[in-house]
């Protein structure tokens, strides 16, 4: 497996705080569904910088990429019914109300 040399890992850490710097620039501009698609974008650039260069995926086997894969896969599962189950929930929310008493004591059931 190949090392990264330090002047890389250097650059690649940099790149990532002119990324995060631009994820910070973008809260304070008012784009409208743009603000989520670009820190979006951000972020899917970020992770993959930090997968093939500080986890080594670039260099990696076809196992530890599988391994990889797979784990990105599960987590897509779990985004994805997260949002189903947030989709199919009702917008309408009830009104509390107190407890009902019913018996001599006052106790509630």
Excluded: C, E
């Excluded at 970020?46 to 599988?66: C, G, P």
């Excluded at 009830?94 to 009902?100: D, G, N, S």
């Amino acid at each position: 497996m190949a090392i990264p040399t330090v002047k890389a890992l250097l650059s690649v850490w940099l790149g990532l705080l002119v990324l995060l710097g631009l994820t910070t620039a973008s809260a304070y501009l008012d784009l409208g569904v743009g603000n989520g698609v670009a820190n979006l974008v951000i972020a899917i650039i970020k992770v993959s910088l930090i997968a093939l260069f500080y986890m080594h995926l670039r260099h990696a086997t076809a196992t530890v990429r599988l391994a990889a894969g797979a784990a990105l896969l599960f987590l897509f599962f779990l985004a994805f019914l997260s949002f189903g189950d947030f989709l199919t929930r009702s917008r309408n929310s009830t009104p509390w109300r107190a407890p009902q008493t019913t018996s001599a004591t006052g106790d509630t059931y």
